[in-house]
């Protein structure tokens, strides 16, 4: 069972920046896809980045050239740099894992999920 643990949300202006962590826990040896996920009050929840366990990304038409996701694996660790971050940015930030075997390209069939860390963007 994966555990997941996000942190580093925060107001901020926009413009700004802040990066997001996801501790991960509970491996049992398969390849994971990571994904963060935000969902803004009044409107679903929607992907915003993936990363698979060989490094390759994807990302939401609205965020791709703002946010980076990356990894480390030494630390368990997902960030999401998020950059130029706008009012629209604003959210609950969820992080999630899957099985590497539904793919990562998609942010579908994600199974693991964390409690969500809130960013809020000022304008």
């Known amino acids: 069972q994966v555990q997941l643990v996000e942190s580093g949300g925060d107001s901020v202006q926009a413009g700004g920046s802040l990066r997001l962590s996801c501790a991960v826990s509970g491996y049992t040896g398969r390849s994971y896809c990571m994904g963060w996920f935000r969902q803004a009050p009044g409107k679903e929840r929607e992907g915003v980045a993936a990363?698979?366990?060989?490094?390759?990304?994807s990302y939401a038409d609205s965020v791709k050239g703002r946010f980076t996701i990356s990894k480390d694996n030494a630390k368990n660790t997902v960030y999401l740099q998020m950059d130029s971050l706008k009012p629209e940015d604003t959210g609950m930030y969820y992080c999630?894992?899957?099985?590497?075997?539904?793919?990562?390209?998609?942010?579908?069939?994600?199974?693991?999920w964390g409690q969500g860390t809130q960013v809020t963007v000022s304008s």
């Open positions: 999630a894992a899957k099985s590497q075997r539904f793919g990562c390209s998609t942010f579908t069939d994600f199974g693991a």
């Open positions: 990363i698979d366990s060989d490094g390759s990304t």
